[in-house]
């Protein structure tokens, strides 16, 4: 299988302009989620789902809305991107929603996105 | 808020010496914790995990320390290899997995020859 995969992995935006971020996983994760990464820094939650049809705020979720329609999709979207938003943004996915005991966290390669 | 954070933002080591990266942590409530390695132009990559009530937990040429006491976290890295150079981050949870992680701002670690 794939894994976590991320498209595209470069963006360049204007401010205002929106765009989605997709982000895929075919091990059959219940849970997923999207950080972004700033330079010198850890990553921050954003935004995740324990399941299809269940999303949840993260630390930093202001600009950013998903969904999860399906297991295997969680795309991210910014409906109106600001030069605040450039980042690198992972999307990461685990088998359980927090009910097993430890549960390896896998993240795609990430998307680099810079807004002008 | 809570949060974590590394003491030591750089750190070089030689060859075939042992590496020991440290973590501090404030949130008392966590209670699973993980190292990840990430590599430039990479996502992060699992190391390994412990969890609240251990105080050790070792894999292949790794061992995460875990004081709770002083809440504090350490990776060790036996023979370092210049494979291992990368930036490592540590991350907790309160929800004793790998759900809403909060993750320190990261140590790069560079091997040299």
């Known amino acids: 299988n794939a894994g976590v995969t991320q498209t595209p992995k470069f963006q360049v935006l204007k401010t205002g302009q929106s765009m989605t971020l997709q982000c895929a996983q075919d091990?059959?994760?219940?849970?997923m989620s999207w950080y972004r990464q700033d330079p010198g820094m850890g990553l921050r939650l954003i935004h995740y789902s324990v399941g299809a049809g269940i999303t949840d705020q993260g630390e930093v979720p202001n600009g950013y809305n998903v969904s999860r329609s399906t297991t295997e999709d969680f795309p991210l979207r910014l409906l109106s991107a600001a030069p605040s938003q450039t980042s690198v943004y992972f999307c990461a996915s685990s088998l359980h929603s927090g009910r097993a005991s430890t549960d390896t966290q896998y993240f795609g390669p990430g998307t680099r996105l810079t807004v002008l | 808020g809570e949060s974590v954070g590394l003491h030591l933002p750089t750190l070089s080591v030689q060859e075939g010496d042992n590496s020991i990266i440290n973590c501090a942590y404030s949130n008392s409530a966590s209670d699973y914790f993980i190292w990840y390695k990430q590599e430039s132009g990479k996502g992060p990559q699992f190391i390994i995990d412990?969890?609240?009530?251990?105080d050790k937990r070792q894999g292949q040429r790794v061992t995460v320390l875990l004081n709770k006491t002083v809440k504090h976290l350490s990776l060790q890295i036996a023979a370092t290899q210049p494979g291992d150079s990368a930036v490592y981050f540590c991350?907790?949870?309160?929800?004793?997995?790998?759900?809403?992680?909060?993750f320190g701002s990261g140590t790069q670690l560079t091997v040299l020859p």
């Open positions: 091990m059959n994760h219940e849970y």
């Open positions: 991350a907790e949870s309160v929800f004793g997995s790998a759900r809403q992680l909060t």
């Open positions: 412990i969890r609240s009530n251990m």
